[in-house]
């Protein structure tokens, strides 16, 4: 039984491993089982160690270790941009009243991008006009994030402009429809800056 002498240390404990990652404790202290982490995302959260989890938990886990890894990939990874040496793509408003989406334009290929990922930035290299353009992302049909980018007179482009999305998964395809604040089929060229995990 464990008690709450500071004289007391680990090796005075016959039934314990001293690793309170993996024993399971009664109410007395004394050890139960040991077991393994928990499995990923398991249901389970009786114990320290299914909140904390293992050291192998990656980015899609729900562990504090898993979140802990997920948000070192975000801060530590390189950035990317896509399309990557080749010209932006081209999305065009539609028509018949202001602020009508066009049609989907492919912006990522699909099992273009191997690896999860998020869109952090929208380059918006050339805009046809000086209006309001509201830019609509797609992982194919499903809406994963939008914004509004004005262009005014004294300005042809804008610099990269911030948006947040949940991550994605490996081998997405990324689509867009853009819409403008004037009845008019107004384009704008964009690239996307994303980091994978």
Same mark, same amino acid.
């Given at each position: ?15 314990? +491993?001293? %690793?309170?990652?993996?024993?399971? !404790? ?5 050890? &139960? ?82 690896? %999860?990922? %998020? ?13 309001? !353009?509201?830019?609509?992302? !797609? ?16 300005? &042809?482009?804008? %610099? ?11 081998? +997405? ?6 819409? +403008? ?10 690239? &996307?800056?994303?980091?994978? !995990?």
């Amino acid at each position: 039984m464990r008690t709450s002498s500071a004289e007391e240390s680990n090796e005075n404990l016959p039934n314990e +491993s001293g %690793d309170i990652m993996t024993d399971n !404790y009664d109410a007395n202290g004394n050890v &139960l089982s040991q077991n393994p982490v928990a499995d990923v995302d398991g249901a389970g959260t009786e114990f320290v160690k299914d909140v904390v989890g293992a050291r192998t938990d990656d980015h899609d886990t729900t562990t504090l270790a898993g979140r802990v890894h997920r948000q070192d990939d975000h801060t530590h990874k390189p950035a990317n941009v896509y399309p990557t040496l080749a010209p932006a793509v081209t999305v065009t408003a539609g028509t018949g009243a202001a602020f009508t989406l066009g049609a989907f334009v492919e912006i990522v290929p699909a099992s273009t991008i191997t690896e %999860d990922f %998020d869109v952090h930035f929208v380059n918006a290299e050339q805009m046809s006009a000086n209006v309001t !353009y509201e830019l609509v992302l !797609y992982n194919v049909s499903t809406e994963i994030a939008r914004m509004r980018i004005t262009r005014d007179a004294t300005q &042809l482009k804008s %610099d990269g402009v911030p948006l947040t999305m949940a991550v994605q998964p490996a081998n +997405s395809q990324i689509r867009a429809k853009v819409a +403008s604040s004037v009845d008019n089929a107004d384009t704008i060229n964009i690239t &996307l800056a994303y980091h994978t !995990y």
